[in-house]
């Protein structure tokens, strides 16, 4: 599986071909994109109906999450070669992602009180109807935390895979990785460089699926439009911009995050994975770009380990565009039935909130559970109450989205910085476009437990915990 040296200056320094405009993927999505937003205006009906291309190309995705986690983390793991170094991971994620939240609905809180979205409204409690909530969650009760947690741990390990539980693969692959350096690699290298040959082939099976992306997000988004409405945006006009603002200012500030704790150019990133966001956005669903996003963060310099370790974690502990939206409605709905709360009640409401927020992953009508859970627990308004978001929610997807996807991006560059298990060099080379696609099973093997540089990202020797992947050579540095 070792590839050589000369091997891997002849693929890298071979002239990336140029992309004609109808040929990037970027191109094709955004144009699926409007393409969809016009049928589902224009023709409803038919706009409901393409349902189904956009939930196919989801299956596709998923189809390949629980593999591609459970081989990205144990061959990562075994790159590092340091059980301690793992849980430091680990912990510092974990850390990371509850400020994070804490701060996201803090923030919702602020604009909430400032622009009162819901002053005004005067709803009557009378006219509320259990039943549309209930339709929307399928009955189904918001989790406690002791509940969550225990969901964590597999009742059996082909049952996570099985059931696509992306934290019990996540528990079961550290694990998995864990053991490996215990016994370890080299005693373990034949089953790694199998686990190496098999997470290749996974990529090469997600590139074919993302040539349907624009036939998928064309779907979603017809489906959207034409269920939904155009017309939708005017009746919560002012909901919508608050939530729409603070997203905006909460992408702002995670610029300055990204370049204070990781020296990320967080604008250079985005362009270097536009097609994964507009994918995204396209979608409403930040699964449908996970495979691609570790891919594309591993490129850009973050260690493998710590990449497989915090995106799938973040998918469930890290949702700060969420966490910004509930606190926004929460405050909205208290105010549409003429309440206005205390510091104190607000305070009460994001304490619910933390908790609930951490436990709504992968359930259906999430974000109506975490509402309904929080306006029972404070009493103030009625939980039927709840079902006057039915009209917005969806509205609100590419907000959550964006700020979801960024703020975990985020995560592990900073992750990954305070383990040293960064090469900002790479980043540079991959934000320049130095890295091409065509690249992408060769950087993927320079990941391989077997060729793992002895050299920081600096050039310094670097101890066997923070040993980072060695870079691929550049077109530049070929000649």
Not at 54 to 78: E, N, Q, S, W
Not at 86 to 114: D, E, P, S, W
Not at 129 to 143: F, I, M, N, R, V
Request: proline share 4%.
């Amino acid at each position: 599986m070792k590839i050589s040296h000369e091997a891997t200056l002849k693929a890298s320094s071979a002239p990336a071909k140029k992309r004609r405009l109808h040929q990037s993927l970027f191109f094709q999505i955004l144009i699926a994109v409007v393409a969809g937003v016009l049928i589902g205006h224009f023709w409803p009906t038919i706009g409901e109906q393409l349902r189904p291309l956009g939930d196919g190309f989801i299956r596709l995705i998923k189809m390949i999450i629980a593999p591609l986690i459970f081989l990205v983390i144990v061959t990562g793991i075994a790159a590092v070669g340091d059980v301690k170094s793992v849980g430091r991971v680990g912990v510092k994620a974990l850390i990371y992602f509850t400020g994070a939240t804490l701060f996201a609905l803090l923030f919702g809180m602020v604009v909430a009180n400032v622009v009162q979205p819901g002053k005004g409204l005067n709803i009557d409690p009378a006219t509320m109807s259990q039943e549309a909530l209930d339709e929307k969650t399928g009955g189904a009760q918001p989790h406690g935390a002791s509940e969550f947690l225990l969901g964590v741990i597999p009742e059996s390990a082909l049952g996570a895979f099985a059931e696509n539980s992306l934290l019990q693969v996540l528990f079961f692959s550290v694990f998995f990785g864990i053991a490996v350096i215990v016994l370890g690699q080299d005693r373990c290298r034949p089953l790694l460089n199998i686990f190496e040959l098999v997470l290749e082939i996974v990529f090469k099976i997600m590139s074919w699926i993302m040539r349907v992306a624009p036939i998928g997000a064309f779907g979603a988004m017809a489906f959207i439009i034409g269920q939904y409405g155009i017309e939708t945006l005017g009746t919560y006009a002012k909901l919508i911009a608050a939530c729409y603002a603070a997203a905006l200012i909460f992408i702002g500030l995670l610029f300055v995050v990204a370049w204070v704790m990781a020296g990320v150019p967080l604008w250079s990133f985005i362009k270097y994975t536009r097609e994964e966001f507009l994918l995204a956005l396209g979608t409403a669903s930040t699964e449908a770009v996970m495979p691609r996003i570790m891919t594309k963060l591993t490129r850009a310099g973050c260690s493998r380990a710590t990449t497989g370790l915090v995106i799938p974690t973040g998918y469930s502990f890290n949702l700060d565009g969420a966490a910004m939206y509930l606190s926004i409605a929460v405050l909205f709905l208290a105010q549409a039935f003429g309440h206005d709360l205390t510091i104190g009640q607000q305070l009460a409401a994001l304490g619910i909130l933390l908790l609930t927020s951490k436990g709504m992953a992968g359930v259906p009508g999430s974000s109506f559970l975490a509402l309904s859970a929080t306006a029972a627990a404070l009493g103030i308004f009625p939980v039927a109450g709840v079902a006057l978001m039915l009209g917005a929610d969806r509205l609100m997807d590419s907000m959550r989205v964006a700020v979801n996807l960024l703020g975990n991006c985020v995560a592990t560059f900073v992750v990954a910085k305070w383990e040293n298990q960064f090469d900002r060099g790479v980043m540079q080379r991959a934000f320049a476009g130095k890295l091409t696609d065509e690249d992408e099973t060769e950087f993927q093997r320079q990941h391989s437990p077997e060729t793992v540089a002895v050299l920081g990202g600096d050039g310094a020797p670097a101890p066997a915990s923070v040993q980072t992947a060695q870079p691929l050579p550049t077109a530049g540095a070929a000649r």
